[in-house]
């Protein structure tokens, strides 16, 4: 079945940057659509960044433009996302998530695959 597995959350101190990765396997990477999201204690999952099959094309949430970039290497079947110049703000859980055969969606219902979620804490 398919599996997202994140890694390289942590604690950090503003203005520092972390690299987020999402291990995707159980049907090819290139079939899908990919996207971050966040959920904040008490809050709704907000979508962060989204990249289309190829990599061609990147959306960002307008608080993280020119701050997070999403990448991906669809022959490691893995998915990136690096956040530079991090705020506390920023501090959230981020989960991976895989829509096959879409465009990139800041929609998380447009998503149908899950990761559990890697914590990101930014400290002032």
């Known amino acids: 079945q398919v599996q997202l597995v994140e890694s390289g959350g942590g604690m950090v101190q503003a203005g520092n940057s972390l690299r987020l990765s999402c291990a995707f396997s159980g049907r090819t990477l290139s079939d899908c659509a990919m996207g971050w999201f966040r959920q904040a204690p008490g809050k709704e999952r907000d979508f962060v960044a989204a990249?289309?099959?190829?990599?061609?094309?990147?959306t960002y949430e307008d608080s993280v433009k020119d701050r997070f970039t999403i990448s991906r290497d669809n022959a490691k079947s893995t998915v990136y996302l690096q956040m530079n110049s991090l705020k506390p703000e920023d501090t959230a859980v981020y989960y991976c998530a895989a829509d096959p055969w879409g465009s990139g969606s800041s929609d998380r219902d447009s998503y149908d695959y899950w990761g559990q979620g890697t914590q990101v804490t930014v400290s002032s």
């Open positions: 990249i289309s099959w190829n990599g061609r094309s990147t």
